[in-house]
């Protein structure tokens, strides 16, 4: 007994790139970090999640552009495929919508601060879950709290101890007399 499959599932089959027409989807909770547009109808988002760490995500269409503001948290449904490490956008949503952000000018600027310093140091795909839930934590708190004037600076150090600036180092040198460090740096 011969079995006659379709005409494209011998293609598929047959072909050295089986692994190119199976797509998955997946929904991904993430920071949106910027977009850049790719042509007249993508744009290119580029996230940081919990699980991959920072990726690009292609988005045909403008419809969901609103929803991909910077440093906005968002649940995403986006298929991709084992040989890509770019994912395309299906659908997006808010999973957390704020409520004193978007009508407070102070609260903006900081907002767009906390997001340059966040897009310009992950540079890496690397994950960390540490450094997601904290910058959870601080968007929340940047919308709920009273005085967002100090928040930059908390964020800036906390963050920069997460990544593994932290102070520390600043301590075994504060023992030290500036001529020791002079004369340590001559050796």
């Known amino acids: ?6 005409n494209w599932v011998e293609k598929v089959a047959y072909s050295k790139k089986l692994l190119y027409f199976c797509s998955m989807d997946e929904v991904i ?4 970090l910027h977009y850049t547009r790719h042509s007249d109808q993508a744009v290119v988002v580029q996230l940081y999640t ?6 690009p995500c292609m988005v045909y269409g403008k419809k969901w552009l609103s929803v991909l503001q910077t440093m906005s948290e968002v649940e995403l449904r986006c298929s991709s495929r084992p040989n890509q490490d770019m994912r395309v956008l299906k659908s997006a949503a808010l999973s957390y919508v704020p409520q004193r952000i978007p009508t407070d000018v102070a609260r903006q600027c900081v907002l767009l601060f906390m997001g340059e310093v966040v897009e310009k140091t992950l540079r890496h795909p690397m994950a960390d879950e540490a450094v997601y839930a904290y910058i959870n934590k ?16 908390q964020f800036l150090t906390t963050l920069s101890e997460l990544l593994g600036y932290g102070g520390q180092r600043l301590d075994e040198w504060n023992h030290l007399k500036s001529e020791d460090i002079i004369l340590h740096l001559w050796d």
């Open 50 to 55: 919990r699980e991959y760490g920072r990726i």
């Open 138 to 153: 601080v968007l929340r708190e940047l919308d709920i709290t009273e005085e967002p004037q100090n928040l930059p600076h």
């Open 29 to 32: 909770h993430a920071i949106v």
């Open 1 to 6: 007994m011969q079995i006659y499959w379709p």
